[in-house]
């Protein structure tokens, strides 16, 4: 069974500061991964996805990620964050032909002091 | 257009009401999806349609109705509602059977049973 573990539920870091998620994932074969952000009372927006080759993917408002097999991680980094960048975070990975058959992990909530 | 949309944004419904959130997206996306995401939670998948057809049930109680009415639209028809069923419902569509794409999401109704 397929099933995503991001361990920290909240992170707190200064703006201008680097940042890391932590995601990892348990699947059998070669997992979809993606990162989605929520703001308060929204919808999901996708951050970036990873589906095959480079294994470090770009994605927008400044972040990426790295997909590592042999530690089953997919973390997400950004060099810098922004007081907009506060919200929750998503790790999910998806199987099958349906890609939004998505399984999420518990999600970590970001907060940027200024 | 990548946008799926979702009307209402709000809903206040009581439990002997019967109501309908609705979902269209117009990106010719042959999967649709709906979530339920419980405050400071992930996103719980509940039910998709492939090819306007539904493909997978989440055991969801069938005071949730989904309908799928062309592969535009996703209604989900509530009726007889409990308190606990208070939540945001996110819609998302997919392409089927490609890689390299991914879900795009609505903006969500957020649901008050009373």
């Known amino acids: 069974a397929q099933s995503v573990t991001q361990p920290d539920i909240h992170i707190t870091v200064s703006e201008g500061a680097s940042l890391e998620l932590r995601c990892n994932y348990s699947y059998g074969a070669t997992p979809y991964l993606f990162w989605y952000v929520q703001s308060p009372g929204q919808g999901l927006q996708l951050l970036l996805k990873?589906?095959?080759?480079?294994?470090l993917v770009q994605g927008i408002k400044g972040f990426e990620a790295e997909f590592k097999r042999s530690q089953s991680s997919f973390n997400l980094r950004k060099p810098s964050v922004h007081w907009s960048d506060a919200a929750e975070y998503f790790c999910a990975v998806g199987t099958g032909s349906t890609l939004g058959r998505l399984y999420f992990g518990r999600g970590t909530q970001l907060t940027v002091w200024p | 257009d990548t946008e799926v949309t979702q009307t209402p944004k709000h809903l206040v419904m009581g439990m002997t009401n019967k109501k309908s959130l609705k979902c269209e997206q117009h990106m010719g996306h042959r999967a649709m999806y709906w979530y339920k995401q419980k405050a400071k939670k992930p996103p719980e998948l509940m039910f998709v349609?492939?090819?306007?057809?539904?493909?997978i049930n989440e055991s969801v109680p069938s005071r949730f109705s989904p309908e799928c009415p062309n592969s535009s639209l996703l209604n989900l028809h509530l009726h007889a509602l409990q308190p606990e069923d208070s939540a945001l419902y996110l819609c998302?569509?997919?392409?089927?059977?490609?890689?390299?794409?991914?879900?795009?999401f609505g903006q969500g109704t957020r649901l008050t049973v009373v």
């Open positions: 998302a569509s997919s392409q089927v059977g490609q890689g390299d794409t991914e879900a795009f």
């Open positions: 349609y492939s090819y306007e057809k539904l493909s």
């Open positions: 990873y589906f095959s080759g480079d294994t």
